[in-house]
Structure formats: structure tokens, C-alpha cells
Nanobody
Framework: QLRLVESGGGLVQPGGSLRLSCAGS????????IGWFRQAPGKEREGVSC????????NYADSVKGRFTISRDNAKNTVYLQMNSLKPEDTAVYYC????????????????WGQGTQVTVSS
């Protein structure tokens, strides 16, 4: 069974940091590009960041450039999202997803999804 599990979410004050992890099982994440998406209540799911299967290419939404960093450790079958300088508007459920070999910001181009982890940025 193919599975992705997110972890690392929680409650943090504005300006704080969190590190999200996306761990895979039942398959090798090195075969896939991995995307991070987020969805706030009443909002559409949006792409946050992605990394190619080799790690050679990355992409970020304009809203998180300079604050978030995506990385992967294929030996550990894990992808990370380091989130710094968090803002209240970053509050959402964050999902990781596995797709083809290249980055994409479109949810429909990803085949496997985790259950999500809640990130809340509030004072």
C-alpha cells in the first residue's frame, strides 16, 4: 500500500518557524517529484512548493519565497519543508503529494496524497 504521512505541524506565533516532514512507505519517494500544498477553510487547495525527484529543481509560490525551503533525503524516503517567518495567512492544513518526475503546482497532476497536518499561526 502506497502511503505518505505528514508531521511537524502545530501552533506557532507569528514570526516563528516549523519544519514539516513527509515520510513515504510502500514505495520509494525517489521515483517521484514531491509537492507541498495547503488548504485553508473556505479556500481552494494551493501549491506551496515542489521538488523534482532528483532534488535538482525546486519551485515556490510567490507568497512563500524567501521564507520556506523544500529539501529531500531520498535515502530516508522523506521530504521536508522548513517554514520560517510564519504569518497568520500561512494558517492551513498542509499536504504532501507524490507525482511524476517534475515539479507541478496543480493538484490534479499528483497521484498520492497524505492526510495533512495542521499549521496554525496565531498570537
Amino acid at each position: 500500500q502506497l502511503r505518505l504521512v505528514e508531521s511537524g505541524g502545530g501552533l506557532v506565533q507569528p514570526g516563528g518557524s516549523l519544519r514539516l516532514s513527509c515520510a513515504g512507505s510502500g514505495f520509494t519517494q525517489g521515483y517521484y517529484a514531491i509537492g507541498w500544498f495547503r488548504q485553508a477553510p473556505g479556500k481552494e487547495r494551493e501549491g506551496v512548493s515542489c521538488i523534482s525527484r532528483s532534488g535538482g529543481s525546486t519551485n515556490y509560490a510567490d507568497s512563500v519565497k524567501g521564507r520556506f525551503t523544500i529539501s529531500r533525503d531520498n535515502a530516508k524516503n522523506t521530504v521536508y519543508l522548513q517554514m520560517n517567518s510564519l504569518k497568520p495567512e500561512d494558517t492551513a492544513v498542509y499536504y504532501c503529494a507524490a507525482g511524476g518526475p517534475y515539479c507541478s503546482g496543480y493538484p490534479r497532476e499528483y497521484d498520492y496524497w497524505g492526510q495533512g497536518t495542521q499549521v496554525t499561526v496565531s498570537s
